[in-house]
């Protein structure tokens, strides 16, 4: 028994719309609670806040006195409706809000009772405000929940600064009706201006190269500019990217990515991007440093929006320096936005207290694969003074770090983990010291990106579901089953 959904479930019992309120008076008749969410609310806007109480409560006189609004300490009376657009019925008694909202009707002002749905003339949606951009949102009183959760998803898509660019739109627009005749390239325009590196700068917090830019764009309306945003994918997990990482994504026009950003992750861009893969895989031609940094010039020379999308954060072993100077190099504008790098995804997988007082007060990003391999590395040294090491790029050169280590003074019994695939699903970690270290490069079998974190602080984590880190030999792991 299938149900069909009616032509009428497809229907709103509401019509959405936005009334003017700037410096007109909204009433709201309550002293408590309600009455304070209401003005809260009304905030938001340039309403003249009017709010009849006889007894306010502290809640109620802060929102209040934060809103610039007033309070009439009276018993309410359809006079203090004279003139208003809009009255909210927030008393909490029935008998008093169903007065005021009888009152309002007779003076044929819409009215909106508190949780009484029957009588109101309005509903009151859940508010992203971004002003003078605004989104409500209602289930028309059926899931006042799931309206706040829609709520926060769209409170996170929309950048802070969608109202300034919205403004700047505002400074150009009769200048665009007078310049560009042809409506197809003025929504030509506004789509660039909305998207493109105009927005990239307001978000940075660099209006006047918004305003800059958007004159730019005017001017040569022909050639477009491009932009790259080198961009962190976090660690692997789609849930820690960050919310304009995966704005970004939605925009991009190409995205460049590497092997180790997992393929979900590539997945959440604009379903009409280019995807170009630099990846360095196994077997393989793999793409020089040369080569990318040609194909992100190249891209927003001709225009395109592009996402540089690396694992972790770019700024860290990402090479991100060299595309960052190819780019300044071509006069292409850039940003940077940073991601969750490898080492505080594994600590957080492994519960690893990166710094501890007492124990460890120095935290250093290190790789296994320095320049002069053959050399003590620079971190060693912090080491032995107690930081937490973290190394990238070790698990083919443990062998080598661990001997250095040593060499170096620090104790063979140091706490050591290793976590292959931080924060994804096939997550693995493995424990054991700076004595078992080596063993390490001999495992073939992991061959996920793996990070090395050593330390003293090590031995705060953890690691209940780790293996060991040195293989158990075959007979004891026999007898053990
Ligand atoms: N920019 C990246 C690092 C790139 S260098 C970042 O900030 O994380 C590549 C090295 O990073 C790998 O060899 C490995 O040591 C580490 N790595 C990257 N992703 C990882 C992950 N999910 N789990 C463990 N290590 C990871």
């Known amino acids: 028994m299938a149900r069909h959904a009616q032509a009428s479930d497809r229907k709103l019992a509401v019509f959405p719309a936005f009334h003017k309120i700037e410096g007109r008076r909204v009433v709201v008749v309550?002293?408590?609670?309600?009455?304070?969410?209401?003005?809260?609310?009304?905030?938001?806007?340039?309403?003249?806040?009017?709010?009849?109480?006889?007894?306010?409560?502290?809640?109620?006189?802060?929102?209040?006195?934060?809103?610039?609004?007033?309070i009439l300490a009276e018993a309410f009376a359809p006079a203090h409706l004279d003139g208003a657009a809009l009255v909210f019925a927030a008393s909490g008694e029935e008998a008093e809000d169903t007065a005021v909202v009888a009152a309002a009707r007779a003076l044929g002002i819409p009215a909106n009772a508190v949780d009484r749905p029957e009588i109101c003339d309005f509903y009151v949606g859940a508010l992203v405000n971004r002003a003078p951009v605004a989104v409500a949102i209602t289930s028309t009183g059926v899931g006042p929940v799931l309206?706040?959760?829609?709520?926060?998803?769209?409170?996170?898509?929309?950048?802070?600064?969608?109202g300034d660019l919205a403004r700047l739109a505002e400074s150009f627009r009769d200048t665009v009706v007078r310049v560009i005749s042809s409506?197809?390239?003025?929504?030509?325009?506004?789509?660039?201006?909305?998207?493109?590196?105009?927005?990239?700068?307001?978000?940075?917090?660099?209006p006047d190269a918004a305003r800059g830019e958007a004159q730019r764009l005017l001017n040569t309306r022909n050639e477009e500019a491009g932009f790259v945003w080198l961009v962190g994918a976090g660690p692997g997990a789609e849930d820690l990217l960050t919310l304009r990482a995966q704005r970004?994504?939605?925009?991009?026009?190409?995205?460049?990515?590497?092997?180790?950003?997992?393929?979900?992750?590539?997945?959440?861009?604009?379903?009409?991007?280019?995807?170009?893969?630099?990846?360095?895989r196994k077997g393989r031609h793999s793409v020089s440093q040369a080569e990318i940094n040609e194909i992100l010039v190249r891209e927003a020379s001709h225009g395109r929006r592009v996402v540089r999308l690396k694992a972790g954060d770019p700024l860290v072993f990402g090479r991100a320096g060299e595309e960052i100077a190819a780019l300044r190099a071509a006069g292409i504008a850039h940003d940077v936005v940073p991601g969750v790098t490898a080492a505080l995804a594994a600590a957080a997988s492994t519960r690893i207290p990166l710094t501890l007082r007492?124990?460890?007060?120095?935290?250093?990003?290190?790789?296994?694969?320095?320049?002069?391999?053959?050399t003590l590395p620079g971190w060693g040294a912090l080491a032995l003074q107690g930081a937490t090491v973290a190394v990238y790029m070790g698990r083919t050169v443990a062998v080598r770090v661990a001997a250095r280590l040593l060499e170096a003074g620090?104790?063979?019994?140091?706490?050591?983990?290793?976590?292959?695939?931080a924060a994804q699903r096939n997550e693995r970690f493995f424990a054991g010291t700076l004595a078992d270290l080596p063993a390490l490069e001999d495992r073939h079998e992991i061959d996920g990106p793996t990070l090395i974190i050593i330390g003293e602080a090590v031995g705060h984590a953890d690691l209940a579901n780790s293996q060991p880190l040195r293989v158990v030999p075959a007979e004891r792991a026999v007898v053990a089953a």
Request: charged letters at 25%; hydrophobic letters at 45%; proline letters at 4%.
């Open 183 to 206: 409506g197809v390239e003025r929504r030509r325009f506004w789509a660039r201006f909305f998207s493109g590196p105009v927005a990239a700068h307001l978000q940075s917090g660099r």
């Open 248 to 280: 970004l994504l939605q925009e991009a026009d190409v995205i460049v990515h590497d092997a180790l950003v997992p393929e979900a992750v590539v997945a959440m861009g604009r379903r009409d991007a280019e995807r170009i893969s630099v990846g360095k």
């Open 358 to 374: 007492g124990v460890a007060s120095d935290l250093v990003f290190a790789t296994g694969h320095d320049r002069d391999g053959e």
């Open 410 to 421: 620090l104790s063979p019994t140091i706490p050591v983990a290793v976590v292959e695939n």
């Open 147 to 162: 309206a706040r959760h829609i709520r926060a998803r769209i409170e996170a898509m929309l950048p802070r600064e969608t």
């Open 30 to 70: 309550g002293g408590g609670d309600e009455a304070a969410a209401k003005v809260r609310l009304l905030a938001e806007t340039l309403a003249d806040i009017v709010v009849i109480a006889p007894q306010a409560e502290d809640v109620l006189r802060d929102a209040v006195a934060r809103a610039g609004g007033t």
